[in-house]
């Protein structure tokens, strides 16, 4: 990863302190990600099997996934008298479809070294790929400078959308790619291997995607890809009382479910294989892949206890900020 002292490398989440037994709080800043209000995240790893939980809640939940993130969710939604069911669904992994490129390779153009001269490509819609081939001409550090060759490209989305990027390059040159949107880095990854791959769900806007290398020219090839959410607010899941509710996802995977209301508890469990949480525009979690959010996309404060047993979401831990 390069020296913080890139030109854009900004820190979404400025402290973390523990909350209170088993949980997180995350005071974020003034990036406008949410609004300046403060998010209760729930942050471990659930690398140690499947978990369930059971609450009692009205809204809509979506799931959103970033980086290699794989994960199977299973729902029942039941009446508050009917005894707690058993689950035992066998996770089950499937890929999502990847949209056929629409326009050839796309060659870099110089000068594009700063967000102010990036190489404008367009507007990338759900089902497009475009893809690009170019040149770090010179790499290098200088103490904590960087003194080698940004190569830096513009893209905008016009609606929300699933992007997924992948950066191969040839040599042994050590290349770092920044995704930046509204002066925020939202995804960041090292080039300590290859191909570099980012995905996640964003909000419509524009956005920077820039390389460097730390020590060595490198020709490299980059594929951007967008694929339509899975479903929005007006097309939620109703979730049956008594039935399950199945769905597996994958990267840039996202799925609204609608909640009943006072009376019912929703139980579900998930596994998952990989990969962190991100929120985009309006929202943020890390490591967590249930976020409660309001029709128009904001969050509802929550907080969450975890222990291997599961998770608590109800009275005294449900609120709006």
């Not at 609450?55 to 979506?62: E, M």
């Not at 993130?69 to 669904?89: I, K, M, Y």
């Not at 040149?135 to 490209?153: A, C, I, P, W």
Request: hydrophobic content about 40%.
């Amino acid at each position: 990863m390069l020296n913080p002292r890139w030109p854009f490398a900004l820190v979404l989440c400025l402290s973390l302190s523990r909350g209170w037994s088993g949980a997180w709080q995350c005071d974020l800043d003034r990036s406008g990600l949410v609004d300046e209000r403060d998010l209760f995240f729930l942050m471990s790893a659930f690398d140690q099997g499947v978990y369930s939980s059971a609450f009692d809640l009205n809204g809509d939940l979506r799931v959103d996934g970033r980086d290699l993130l794989e994960f199977s969710l299973h729902w029942r939604e039941v009446a508050v008298s009917t005894p707690t069911p058993t689950l035992s669904p066998t996770p089950t992994w499937t890929s999502m479809p990847t949209p056929t490129p629409t326009m050839g390779t796309i060659q870099e153009q110089e000068p594009n070294d700063t967000l102010a001269t990036a190489q404008n490509l367009g507007s990338l819609a759900p089902g497009q790929s475009l893809q690009l081939s170019g040149r770090l001409s010179s790499g290098g550090m200088q103490g904590e400078d960087y003194t080698g060759d940004f190569d830096v490209f513009r893209f905008t989305l016009p609606a929300q959308a699933g992007v997924s990027l992948s950066t191969q390059w040839t040599g042994t040159a050590d290349v770092d790619m920044v995704l930046i949107a509204r002066n925020a880095v939202l995804v960041e990854e090292t080039g300590a291997a290859r191909p570099i791959t980012l995905a996640g769900t964003l909000s419509d806007g524009t956005f920077y995607l820039a390389l460097a290398s730390k020590d060595a020219p490198a020709d490299y090839q980059i594929v951007l890809t967008g694929s339509p959410p899975n479903a929005s607010y007006a097309n939620s899941v109703a979730l049956v009382d008594g039935k399950y509710q199945t769905d597996t996802g994958t990267v840039g995977f996202q799925q609204w479910y609608l909640f009943n209301g006072a009376g019912h508890y929703q139980y579900w469990n998930w596994s998952f294989l990989s990969g962190d949480m991100l929120m985009h525009e309006g929202a943020y979690a890390v490591w967590f892949p249930f976020l409660l959010l309001e029709h128009d996309g904001t969050v509802e404060a929550y907080l969450l206890e975890w222990s291997q047993n599961g998770i608590t979401l109800n009275g005294t831990y449900w609120g709006r900020i």
